[in-house]
């Protein structure tokens, strides 16, 4: 066995390794399914919309947040305007005038994470949460959230099920596969106690999360990802509301996916040197033992695999392209054998095969806790773009952390 | 922290491993046997063929000439044995007993072209091929062989026999010094029992070192593909 096809098996051994262990939490703790039971009490909530350019949805976004099955006395919606260019302050002004439970706030372009901290200071609510300006909440979201608080009084902050919203071509139907096994895979974490990101889309935090750790950082353009971190380095549980769907609009066109993704990637790298003593730390738990250094190894595995079918591929090519220049034998179709005896059936082909099962079980698991449908269009073109697409980012990502250049946000 | 979690994941992941190693193992076992099959089936065809040309003494060409063709089942056998070798390697012992057998076919049924060429008064077209998968003529071993199959998808008569020079076979080395090969600058090509031609090939050279090409059918003309 060469070298490299030695690296492929370490990395196919991690990525299995990695699926039969969330496959085991999941034995060992189903999801439960959502109840109509009402939660005791429902503390106020306030909801910040940071916004920047978001005059296409914004409207949207706030109304469906009014549209929450919520006491409206104790629900508030903030948009903090982040010094947009377009018309997002007129349209935050006329919500904000129309809608009791609104209110605006408009300031000087700072980044997101200044907004945030801006939205935290302007309200006293006990709960208080974020909705990026492209994303729509379930009407019972906030319900599931505030009973999952309710079930475990120590969970400080709580992510929800993230859908993509209607996807429609396949770079869309892709994400919406990848979404649906990150459900699977947050509920997972959760069981584990060691979900790595509280997304934009409606993360709820009590208020004494940050009176204890403090507010949003920059942290490399990924302030989600950094608090999550940071509440684990403070022991601060997070958890999970697999009934609290959230829908987001996604990336339509490859360059912006990969610019969104990179700057993902980019901010877990970096955030993981801020803080690598988390890595293999048994006082961080799963988050230290598991999933940070499968995290790391995804990112790394992904690199060495893609080049490594890049190196094999151009190699094959190669070699044909010059044999074709060496004999002048003119282009034909090779023989085919219709028997299996001709099929090159070594042990990685089997191993890739388990890999994509388990991948395939994390699909169809994340769609029946989300209940959300995915169509073969969507599976092909998840299995036929992903592995194109993704070490694209991945790479940049590694280029951008090893020149220390931060990523974009746009 | 639950580390039998860990631990009962790595023995699955491990399992999981084990269970493709075990099912690579038992499909090249699987394919192993398949070769011994066709290869046990075309020495049953040559022994037949051996005993019919013996027994009719006296040659009736016409019955000969209608027989199947023997050289399309090696060549699909050649196909099955290089898969096996990209699986196995070039020195599993299995591996190189099944090139044995098939070396030993490959010279039977060339001996047995050669006695029903001289007795039928027939002009077939055959190429004896000799490689090495030693370092020395790895890119143009694998060019001339690609012509060659070429060739033979172009001409079915064309019948190519190809012979790893290293193989340690008796029967294969009397050959060898029968046509007086030399093995340091391989690849080697006997064309119709001409002397031996050496070196690289473009599917041109190739074209010019066997003009009888053009007294065969090609296969998109009707398929007459005896070679005898």
């Known amino acids: 066995m060469d070298i490299g096809a030695f690296g492929v098996y370490i990395c196919l051994f991690s990525a299995l390794y990695f699926e039969v262990f969330l496959l085991i939490s999941y034995l060992e703790k189903k999801p439960s399914d959502k109840t109509a039971a009402l939660p005791v009490r429902y503390p106020t909530v306030a909801v910040l919309v940071p916004c920047f350019n978001e005059e296409k949805t914004l409207e949207h976004t706030v109304n469906s947040l009014l549209a929450l099955e919520y006491p409206k006395d104790t629900l508030e919606v903030v948009i903090i305007d982040d010094g947009s260019k377009d018309a997002t302050r007129a349209i935050g002004e006329r919500m904000a005038a129309k809608h009791r439970q609104v209110r605006f706030f408009h300031k000087e372009n700072g980044g997101k994470y200044t907004a945030m901290n801006f939205g935290i200071g302007a309200t006293q609510a006990e709960l208080i949460g974020c909705l990026d300006a492209d994303s729509f909440v379930a009407p019972d979201a906030l319900l599931e959230v505030v009973k999952r608080f309710e079930a475990d009084k120590s969970t400080m902050a709580i992510t929800p099920a993230m859908k993509v919203y209607r996807p429609r071509t396949l770079l869309e139907l892709m994400q919406s596969v990848e979404y ?180 395939a079980l994390a699909i169809i698991l994340g769609k029946r806790i989300a209940k959300t449908s995915i169509g073969i269009k969507a599976l092909f073109a998840y299995f036929a773009l992903f592995g194109f697409i993704a070490p694209v980012w991945l790479m940049r990502a590694a280029w951008g952390t090893v020149r220390s250049q931060e990523s974009r946000w746009r | 922290m639950n580390w039998q979690r860990y631990i009962l994941a790595f023995g699955i992941t491990a399992a999981i491993f084990v269970t493709a190693f075990y099912i690579a193992s038992k499909l090249d076992n699987e394919r192993i046997a398949a070769i011994r099959a066709t290869e046990d089936s075309i020495s049953i065809d040559i022994l037949s063929s051996e005993t019919q040309f013996e027994l009719l003494g006296n040659l009736d060409c016409n019955t000969i000439a209608q027989n199947p063709v023997l050289s399309d089942e090696l060549n699909s056998l050649a196909s099955q044995l290089s898969v096996a070798e990209a699986n196995l390697g070039d020195n599993n012992p299995e591996v190189v007993q099944l090139k044995k057998q098939y070396s030993l076919l490959e010279i039977k049924d060339y001996i047995l072209l050669q006695n029903i060429t001289e007795k039928c008064k027939t002009k077939p077209v055959y190429v004896l091929y000799f490689y090495t998968n030693s370092g020395s003529c790895n890119t143009n071993c694998g060019n001339v062989a690609d012509i060659l199959t070429y060739l033979r998808g172009e ?35 006997i064309i119709n029992n001409r002397p031996p031609v050496y070196g690289p090939q473009t599917l041109q050279s190739m074209q010019a070192l066997i003009p009888e090409l053009a007294t065969l059918a090609t296969s998109t003309q009707a398929t007459s593909t005896s070679g005898y």
Request: glycine fraction near 6%.
């Open chain 2, 155 to 189: 001409y079915p008569g064309l019948r190519v026999y190809s012979f790893d020079y290293d193989l340690d076979l008796s029967a294969l080395k009397t050959l060898i010094s029968l046509h007086n090969i030399n093995g340091a600058t391989l690849p080697a090509l």
């Open chain 1, 180 to 359: 649906t096994f990150g459900i699977f895979y947050k509920k997972m974490f959760d069981n584990l106690a060691a979900l790595n990101v509280l997304p934009g889309p409606f993360s709820i935090y009590k208020r004494e999360v940050f009176t204890t750790i403090g507010l949003f950082k920059h942290a490399h353009n990924t302030e989600d990802m950094e608090i999550a971190f940071r509440m684990h380095a403070y022991g601060l549980k997070i958890a999970n509301a697999h009934n609290a769907f959230v829908y987001t609009t996604v990336p339509t066109t490859p360059w912006a996916l990969i610019k969104q993704r990179t700057r993902w990637s980019q901010g877990f790298l970096q955030n993981s040197q801020d803080y690598s003593y988390m890595y293999f730390n048994r006082r961080f738990g799963n988050f230290g033992m598991l999933v940070l250094p499968f995290a790391l190894l995804a990112f790394l595995g992904g690199i060495y695999t893609a080049l490594y079918t890049l190196y094999r591929t151009g190699s094959y090519v190669w070699s044909k392209l010059s044999e074709m220049f060496a004999t002048r034998i003119p282009p034909h179709l090779p023989t085919t054998h219709l028997s299996w005896v001709y099929i090159n059936t070594n042990m990685m082909l089997f191993v890739i095969i388990a890999v994509l099962s388990g991948t």
